[in-house]
């Protein structure tokens, strides 16, 4: 094998193959002829992808390698590393963009003579896109060697998909595949951001046109913002780290139109931005900006008396101010910036006076609170901010806009990571920006109970300034107003009728008799049922039935999702008759799976109980699970967590027509519970919308 060969992991088998991790592990154990290990480590072993191809096409499992993951792969495996081989692609697919002949030129010769003559045709081409400065370097021949045999391959791709469909893929699998070094700006949130950098309905550059902007991110991450900018003919962007300016610069330089005139200009730098402004002298149309949150280490010392703290030098805690002044610091007069926040700095006391002088001066126009999951860190609702330089003889604005997209329009959208309805956010938030920015306007906006408000700028202006959404948001009608709380009564009632009827009649008492018993696990050698657990949920885009949802008795809700570093496995999907079962906490709970939940795939920490139909009743199976005695027998305790043996489980031996019998009463239980379970639901939401419409005034004391 060549010294410079690309390798594999086992999950890059899987992908080649088509198949899950497991069945590459089976392979090893199986074929002494299977490409033995080259590198990686014991439990995460690397193969040379050459000897792997050729071991699956003499084993008929490789009938066609598709391109781009051939591709990716290369990439991946590269002996430079995967970002040196993106950066080599990039610069390739840029050749193969804007000068084709060239390219056909150069790869009509060998792959030595072909490194040689690429550094002068690449440097060519990136000093026409980025000038003498710039974030790319053009390669070495010898650095450009090893990577010949992927050019060539992506190029190939290119002509199937287009260079920069291209690039974008083989980028997005590396940030897929490295999760924790790159801070995402989501395609959502980042044409979201786009809209709102847009200049105002009516308004007028100082030029006299609305065409030509200019626009700046100071911390360009991978560039997602910018590539939602529609327009502009210079584009500015800097990012600390090195490696990722040049990829930022390579998919900025394949977004934009190809070589000639009428092109944006391109201009990236490498660099701290705080510290060492790369473009110290530039006058933006709009700031876009996802910066770091919550440094420490920012430049709180050397910075001390920097002239872009215009509206008050930031506490050591206030990085995020940092970046505010500095979009500010960038803006012609009645520019736009738009910052994506974290909700902190918009209540944190020692930001209060920096945020107060912000208002004052008009500078600060909006504060629109996203949805949890729109944006790392995950798990909190961040926030845009959008502001515009005072100047130009206008007035400071004498209201700010603030606008929580959590409610009402977008409360019955998903939400969570990968599952906002985006479309409805940004409508959501467009539909309140666009009448507030008017220029000139004299009319109010229409006010949105818990959705938007234009709050006069007096009323933020106390001791905490506090811009918090939430807390100057009127609530939304309780429970949807009268006429809501009326459908939800009326609901309340059909429920409560249902459970009346479906409550079990009087327990009639029976003699006591001793049933021979079996266990789940003996079941399953016996082959009466096929026990599961699931292995994966990346394979499929079927909802996945949760732990939570079986024990709240609701429908899937669960997204399929691979953790980083995870075999892809196959996922379990569910079938009528199904038994789940949690496997912690020591519940007694199962659930049969009917017609609409068929078809899910079954989540983590669930077992899986497939009865032969012939052999067992599953809601009779169900029923004896359920069991409290039963449920103790089987639980195990690993530190503080309860775990459920399904094996063992125990049921009784009854021939199939009893077995029948005591079925058709445990389904009758479980609809019985489930008609409780919605009459909770729905008489809280009625206790609630109640105290909430006679405390907001939208119900009368009647």
Known sequence: MPDNSTEVTAAGIARLAGVGRAAV???????????????????????????????????????????????????????????????????????????????????????????????????????????????VPTPTASALLPSVPLLRAAAELAAETGARQAFDFLFGRQLDANPRQYTLTPPGLAGLMAD????????????????????????????????????????????????????????????????????????????????????????????????PFNERNWGHEDLAYDPRWEYGFPARTESELAWVQHALAHLRDGGTAVLLMPPAAASRRSGRRIRADLLRRGALRAVIALPAGAAPPYGIPLHIWVLRKPGGG??????????????????????????????????????????????????????????????????????????????????????????????????????LKLTARLTPPPAAPCASARRPLTTVGELARAGALHLRTASGTGGSTAPVLTEHDVLAGTAPSGTPSVPAGAPEDDPLLLEPGDVIVPVLGGTSVARVVDDSTAGAALGRNLQLLRPDPAALDPWFLAGFLRGTANSRQASSYASTATRLDARRLQVPRLPLAEQRTYGDQFRALAAFEDALREAGRLGGQLVQGMYDGLTDGSVAPE
Request: with cysteine; net charge negative.
């Open 25 to 135: 592990s089976n392979w090893r154990r199986r074929h002494a002829d299977f490409p033995k290990p080259v590198g990686g480590t014991e439990a995460s072993p690397s193969f040379a992808l050459p000897e792997v191809e050729q071991w699956l096409r003499d084993q008929g499992k490789l009938a066609e390698v598709p391109l781009r993951e051939r591709v990716w792969q290369q990439v991946a495996g590269h002996p430079q590393g995967a970002v040196t081989a993106l950066v080599h692609a990039g610069c390739a697919l840029l050749l193969v963009r804007d000068r084709p002949t060239a390219w056909l030129e150069i790869t009509a010769v060998s792959d030595a003579r072909m490194a040689g003559v690429l550094p002068g045709a690449v440097d060519h081409v990136l000093a026409d896109r980025f000038g003498t400065e710039r974030a």
């Open 196 to 291: 709102l950098a847009q200049p105002a309905r009516g308004a007028v550059r100082q030029n006299g046109t609305r065409g030509s902007r200019t626009v700046l991110d100071p911390a360009a991450g991978t560039g997602a913002l910018l590539c939602a900018v529609e327009g502009p003919t210079a584009l500015h962007a800097q990012e600390a780290e090195p490696d990722l300016a040049a990829l930022t610069a390579l998919r900025l330089a394949l977004h934009s139109p190809g070589g000639g005139a009428g092109g944006p200009t391109l201009a990236v730098r490498a660099g701290d931005t705080l510290r060492a402004d790369a473009f110290p002298g530039l006058t933006a149309d709009a700031v876009l900006c996802h910066p």
């Open 394 to 495: 206008q007035p400071p604005a004498p209201e700010l806009l603030v606008v929580d997209t959590a409610e009402p329009e977008t409360a019955g959208a998903p939400s969570g990571r990968d599952r906002l309805d985006w479309p409805a956010v940004r409508g959501a938030v467009l539909d309140a920006w666009t009448p507030f920015d008017v220029p000139g306007r004299r009319e109010p906006v229409e006010e949105r109970p818990g959705t938007s408000r234009a709050v006069p700028v007096i009323e933020l202006l106390d001791d905490d300034v506090d811009l918090a959404p939430a807390r100057h948001l009127p609530p939304p009608a309780g429970g949807g107003g009268a006429a809501g709380l009326v459908r939800v009564r009326e609901r309340l009632e059909e429920t």
